[in-house]
């Protein structure tokens, strides 16, 4: 699906994610500048312009790509990918385990990011805003599917996993009620409330909750520090 789409920066972002009981989660990352992709996957397994795990730095289109890793003790290795835009911004891809996260910061110069689209919303009004520019959907559902790349905007994951357009993707199930949650909480660990909280506990308070939910969904409380700057 398209995350983000900038005419004016030559700028495209796509992810890939999976459904997993009752949720989902991105399980890869592709980001288009001018002519170069850098491909980030699951375990930290990365690709550019096609090459597996090239030795980084390197650039995309002249900005640079930059990696470093993390260990937070056992088994609890984060990997970040950073593409400096300068003064346009910056774009962040963490690693944990087959977990990915992606965000997309404006810098100073702010006019190139102007009349950007996709997944995130409209760059001007964060409005749900279709591919005509103009449609706003209500449905968080079918505006997924209406950023499904289709033929008029190829793929830039080198290989191409599970459903392709025009065959429309898989939609996620409806939320599990509070017993069958408890069931699918205790297959995957049994994370409790209070401990998630206890571990989101630096996580800043406008996302804390979502970030109690993901470590209560996926059993693993290293998931907190997924939101933590490094």
């Known amino acids: 699906m398209v995350l983000a789409r900038s005419e004016k920066l030559g700028f495209e972002a796509q992810i890939r994610t999976k459904i997993r009981h009752d949720w989902s989660f991105i399980s890869g990352a592709a980001v288009k500048i001018g002519n170069d992709v850098l491909e980030v996957g699951t375990k ?3 690709y550019i312009n096609g090459v597996k795990n090239p030795e980084l730095p390197a650039t995309l289109s002249g900005y640079p790509v930059l990696f470093k890793f993390f ?8 990997d970040r990918f950073l593409i400096d835009l ?4 910056e774009v962040m891809i963490k690693v944990y385990g087959e977990f990915l996260s992606i965000a997309i910061t404006r810098g100073e110069k702010t006019e190139k990011w102007q009349g950007a689209v996709g997944l995130m919303g409209s760059y001007e009004t964060g409005e749900l805003v279709g591919r005509d520019g103009e449609s ?3 449905d968080t559902n079918l505006f997924g599917v209406e950023w499904q790349v289709n033929d008029d905007q190829p793929p830039l994951f080198h290989d191409a996993v599970g ?3 025009p065959i429309m993707c898989n939609l996620p199930r409806g939320k599990a009620n509070d017993h069958r949650r408890r069931r699918l909480m205790d297959a995957d660990g049994g994370i409790s409330y209070a401990e998630a909280e206890r571990a989101c506990q630096s996580v800043p308070p406008a996302a804390r909750e979502s970030c109690i939910y993901d470590a209560t969904a996926t059993g693993n409380l290293a998931m907190a520090d997924m939101g933590l700057d490094f």
Do not use: C, I, S, W
């Open 163 to 165: 459903p392709q357009f």
């Open 71 to 78: 260990d937070h003790g056992p088994n609890k290795r984060f």
């Open 136 to 138: 706003v959907f209500l």
């Open 86 to 89: 300068g003064e346009t911004g």
């Open 44 to 46: 930290g397994t990365y």
